[in-house]
């Protein structure tokens, strides 16, 4: 893999608002500056309001709800089947007698990972729910049919991986 070329450029900054940044480089161990303004540009560059809607891009979306309401679990599991395409994994917690923590890898089209997150939201019952992007894939050819080999099984996806 090709190195980047690493542009340097100054950045001015009230007293008090450094010292409470090295403290925040120190808290997370980073061992400079430069890589923790790296880290918050990509963070920044990432949130889903900044992208373009068609753009291929992977995440997450974290709910939590009430199990309690009247059908809202198996509303839940048929909305993730109806976006099964778009679903790589999930993973369910119970937070207490009543909560339950769902966190779903996504990946797909950001406008219809939005959706899906819109729909979720919506429900009676879900207290809070989340898109976040990780990864956007700015290859060009986006989505196409790709086959390959995992321990000697070969299948096929709707994506391409690296």
């Keep these: 893999m090709e190195k980047d070329t690493l542009t340097r450029f100054g950045v001015s900054m009230p007293e008090e608002l450094i010292?409470?940044?090295?403290?925040?480089?120190?808290?997370?161990?980073?061992?400079?500056?430069?890589e923790a303004i790296r880290d918050l540009v990509r963070k920044v560059l990432l949130e889903p309001g900044r992208l373009n809607s068609e753009q291929l891009v992977a995440g997450t979306i974290v709910m939590v709800y009430d199990h309690?309401?009247?059908?809202?679990?198996?509303?839940?599991?048929?909305?993730?089947?109806e976006y099964?395409?778009?679903?790589?994994?999930?993973?369910?917690?119970?937070?207490?007698?009543d909560q339950c923590l769902e966190i779903i890898a996504v990946r797909g089209i950001l406008s219809e990972l939005r959706d899906l997150?819109?729909?979720?939201?919506?429900?009676?019952?879900?207290?809070?729910?989340?898109?976040?992007?990780?990864?956007?894939?700015?290859?060009?050819?986006?989505?196409?049919?790709?086959?390959?080999?995992?321990?000697?099984?070969?299948?096929?996806?709707?994506?391409?991986h690296e």
């Design 19 to 34: 010292k409470q940044f090295d403290q925040y480089i120190n808290d997370q161990g980073y061992t400079n500056r430069s």
């Design 68 to 81: 309690h309401v009247t059908g809202l679990p198996l509303d839940l599991m048929e909305l993730q089947h």
């Design 84 to 97: 099964h395409h778009h679903i790589i994994s999930n993973m369910h917690i119970h937070l207490n007698h």
């Design 117 to 160: 997150k819109h729909k979720i939201q919506v429900q009676k019952g879900v207290l809070y729910a989340e898109l976040s992007v990780t990864f956007v894939d700015n290859r060009k050819e986006g989505h196409s049919s790709a086959g390959h080999a995992h321990q000697g099984q070969t299948h096929s996806h709707s994506h391409h």
